[in-house]
């Protein structure tokens, strides 16, 4: 099992989502976990973030994405949010 780890930044933002929000983001997680590597599940359309070095975002829905990476153990989630303003301050 892969070790989930939340930055402070992701904690923060998270606690702001409304709850339906936040039951989105434990499916789209659990998608995640089933299938770490490509291809991803379908609905998560998993993308690189530009400019970035191993930084990816995930769709929770269609306002709202996650930016995570890959760790030694796991994957480490780094923001989450309004579609521009998390890819701005992945």
Do not use: Y
């Not at 930055?7 to 998608?31: D, M, S």
């Not at 769709?59 to 780094?78: A, C, E, H, P, S």
């Amino acid at each position: 099992m892969l070790k989930i780890e939340r930055t402070n930044k992701f904690k923060r933002e998270f606690k702001k989502l409304p709850e339906p929000v936040k039951k989105e983001f434990e499916k789209q997680l659990k998608r995640l976990l089933e299938k770490p590597n490509p291809p991803f599940h379908p609905s998560l359309r998993i993308k690189k973030v530009q400019g970035t070095d191993g930084i990816f975002e995930a769709t929770i829905t269609m306002g709202v994405r996650m930016t995570w990476q890959f760790t030694k153990n796991g994957i480490l989630l780094r923001n989450i949010g309004e579609h521009d303003k998390t890819l701005k301050n992945s």
